[in-house]
């Protein structure tokens, strides 16, 4: 059985920092390209970043370029969304894919 397991999400102030984590069990983790994505109420889900299987190519959304990073240790199978000078507009639920499988999400709230 898959399971895709964040964490990591919480309350900040905005430029606060806090780092995600996904973390995999029941799958070959390594072979698959790594997703984190962001939605928030009435919003349209929106791909944050992407990692390669072996972590040698990400993207990332123009949002939040600059700002987060994603990185992946496939020795613990977890992958991880590094999130600096958050703002508001960050404020969502995170989740991880992998495959065709979802983690259940974490609430990232940016607000003073």
């Known amino acids: 059985q898959v399971q895709l397991v964040e964490s990591g999400g919480g309350l900040v102030q905005p430029g606060g920092s806090l780092r995600l984590s996904c973390a995999a069990s029941?799958?070959?983790?390594?072979?698959?390209?790594m997703y984190w994505y962001r939605q928030a109420p009435g919003n349209q889900r929106e791909t944050v970043a992407t990692i390669s299987p072996r972590g040698g190519t990400t993207n990332y959304a123009d949002s939040v370029k600059g700002r987060f990073t994603i990185s992946r240790d496939n020795a613990k199978r977890t992958a991880y969304l590094q999130m600096s000078s958050l703002k508001p507009e960050d404020t969502a639920v995170y989740s991880c894919?992998?495959?065709?499988?979802w983690g259940q999400g974490t609430q990232v709230t940016v607000s003073s």
């Open positions: 029941g799958i070959v983790f390594g072979a698959y390209t």
């Open positions: 894919r992998v495959d065709r499988y």
